[in-house]
């Protein structure tokens, strides 16, 4: 398995925001994308919609990123950061923690963000037009994979004498990326997401994993 790449997240940031004026700026201009993003799709976003949605000059954006695809970026990096926060949440709170269970709690708290973040899935789903989006969110999955496997390993869920560190680590992965791809069916014709195809996506990747683990 080849290691983690370096986190592409800062691609085409120009400065983090030090000062809370400056970290209000920045949160009011991905805001102000993501709404533009629900109301008038992905390709319509230009810097200077964004800027005069959050009331201030182009100038004022370019201080902090050099063209839309680099706040496209920054949306999704904070809403992807909200999803671990909200999958830890509601691991910690599972009562019985199984494969099953493993994988809907954190399945389902990825639904919960797009609810709340519903630019968010747009803007993913049209990953491939933006490398540094693709890249990171590629990234962000490795991540997930492990550490849930992590999780799974040491609640002894996930153990198999079938597979090596570097073959469980791939199956983490494929699973995730199951998962992701199968959530993006879901929600691409649904803001919502369609339940059936939710469920699905759920069953999907927990069987895979109970079976891939099992001792048959």
Not at 20 to 43: F, P
Request: proline share 3%; glycine share 4%; net charge negative.
């Amino acid at each position: 398995m080849s290691s983690v790449a370096a986190d592409p997240s800062e691609s085409g940031r120009r400065r983090l925001p030090a000062q809370a004026r400056s970290r209000e700026r920045v949160e009011r201009i991905l805001d102000s994308a993501a709404r533009l993003v629900v109301s008038n799709g992905v390709d319509g976003l230009t810097t200077r919609s964004i800027a005069e949605a959050a009331g201030l000059p182009v100038a004022s954006l370019y201080q902090y990123f050099a063209d839309k695809e680099a706040v496209l970026l920054a949306v999704c990096r904070r809403d992807m950061a909200e999803m671990d926060e909200q999958v830890a949440s509601d691991l910690a709170a599972v009562s019985e923690l199984t494969v099953h269970s493993l994988v809907e709690t954190s399945m389902r708290a990825f639904v919960a963000v797009y609810h709340r973040r519903p630019a968010f899935m747009q803007i993913w789903m049209r990953g491939r037009a933006n490398p540094a989006v693709y890249d990171y969110g590629r990234h962000h999955n490795r991540r997930i994979a492990a550490n849930l496997l992590a999780l799974g390993v040491q609640a002894g869920l996930l153990t198999t004498d079938r597979y090596d560190d570097d073959e469980m680590s791939a199956i983490a992965e494929l699973a995730v990326e199951v998962g992701d791809k199968a959530l993006q069916l879901a929600f691409q014709h649904d803001p919502q997401g369609d339940p059936f195809l939710v469920d699905q996506a759920v069953a999907l990747v927990a069987d895979y994993l109970e079976r891939v683990t099992s001792d048959r």
